[in-house]
């Protein structure tokens, strides 16, 4: 067999006893929209004037200098999805970037990686507070019914107009126009949820339009992972290094991720940055292995299967002929808090060295 070896001008780097991983991914973060040193004027995630706010672009808010990038890299994360936080019902358009980036632009994977919807306790807070709906859980849920039999019936209108010249096309709704490739099945819905009653108020409304749902957080999923898994519904676990900060936290425990993969549930971890920092995802999967979660669930958690959440594993999470080299290679245990690693490469090209 031929020996294959560097051609002319091409770098030759030593990696005697690291090993090599996919470059980390989490799949539910606010990267550059809740600015690292910064208040109210680095805080672009949540538009507290409406609770229904599909036609908002992650992209559009992203500041791809926070210094949080940097630190991302230099832990080994390569891609992060970044949005909306969970003030409203329905908060926008979910982005999948590489913590590499000239500009927003040039780092984006897929611009609209996810439609993110929020139930339970932070909608309600912030519309009390305001005096308008929702101030229930029962207003959460119509809100969001409302807004997807508008998008549906507008897809039906302008399909019906496309055949039928006699029949006029609805009048242009950026709601609606945002929330389409959502019901066509291009993207995935993304409910933040907590308590298990919320998590199957998610997965009622999933049916009920025929949505793909990835719950985000999924706190109580552990008391319902049987149900879970004949759900078919992916959870993504966390944060997992924080207090119980309010109400719906009350039965939060590191243990939830390993109860749900040996359930038979696909499980990704997130750090939910700036709630926890970036630069700690791998240790988020550390603690999921001390509570019981097998070592490669945990790895696949922050790599594969975030990845396939996303609709990203065709670039991203492995390691396979064909795929950007996004690489993280460490001499140790990448999940030990005394590891960082030795490089990270994304795109083929160091980055953690910047």
């Known amino acids: 067999m031929e020996e294959l070896g560097p051609t002319a001008g091409e770098e030759v780097m030593d990696c005697s006893g690291l090993t090599v991983y996919p470059g980390f991914i989490d799949c539910h973060t606010h990267m550059g929209m809740w600015e690292d040193g910064l208040g109210f004027e680095g805080a672009d995630g949540n538009e507290e004037t409406d609770p229904a706010t599909p ?38 358009q979910l982005c999948a970037v590489k913590t590499r980036m000239s500009r927003i632009d040039t780092g984006v994977l897929r611009q609209t990686a996810a439609m993110k919807f929020a139930l339970g306790e932070n909608p309600k807070t912030v519309y009390n507070d305001k005096e308008m709906a929702p101030i229930t859980r029962m207003a959460t849920a119509a809100i969001i019914r409302e807004q997807l039999y508008k998008a549906q019936r507008y897809l039906e209108d302008r399909d019906r107009a496309a055949e039928d010249e006699d029949f006029d096309e609805p009048d242009w709704d950026m709601k ?20 298990a009653d919320d998590i199957f108020t998610a997965l009622r409304l999933a049916r009920e339009f025929g949505l ?46 390993g109860v ?26 550390g603690l999921a292995v001390r509570e019981g979660m097998a070592r ?49 490469f994304i795109d083929g090209e160091i980055v953690n060295n910047l």
Do not use: M, W
């Open 55 to 92: 036609q908002l672009r992650a992209i559009d808010a992203v500041n791809h200098r926070d210094r949080c990038f940097a630190e991302a890299r230099a832990a080994g994360v390569t891609t992060v999805i970044t949005g909306p936080g969970s003030a409203n019902c329905i908060g926008g």
């Open 212 to 257: 793909r749902p990835a719950i985000v957080h999924g706190t109580e999923g552990h008391l319902i992972a049987e149900a879970l898994r004949e759900e078919g519904a992916p959870v993504i676990c966390g944060p997992l290094l924080c207090d119980r900060s309010k109400p719906e936290l009350r039965n939060l425990t590191p243990k939830t991720p």
């Open 260 to 285: 749900l993969a040996a359930a038979g549930v696909e499980v990704a971890l997130c750090t939910d940055h700036p709630v926890i920092p970036i630069q700690y995802l791998p240790l988020e999967a």
């Open 296 to 344: 490669e669930d945990a790895l696949r958690a922050i790599t594969l299967t975030p990845a396939r959440i996303c609709g990203l594993e065709g670039r991203v999470g492995s390691l396979a002929v064909g795929k950007d080299a996004d690489l993280a290679l460490f001499s140790g245990d990448p999940f030990s808090v005394y590891e960082t690693p030795r490089h990270v």
């Open 176 to 195: 609606c126009e945002a929330l389409l490739p959502l019901l066509r099945g291009e993207i995935g819905a993304h409910f933040h949820a907590h308590r």
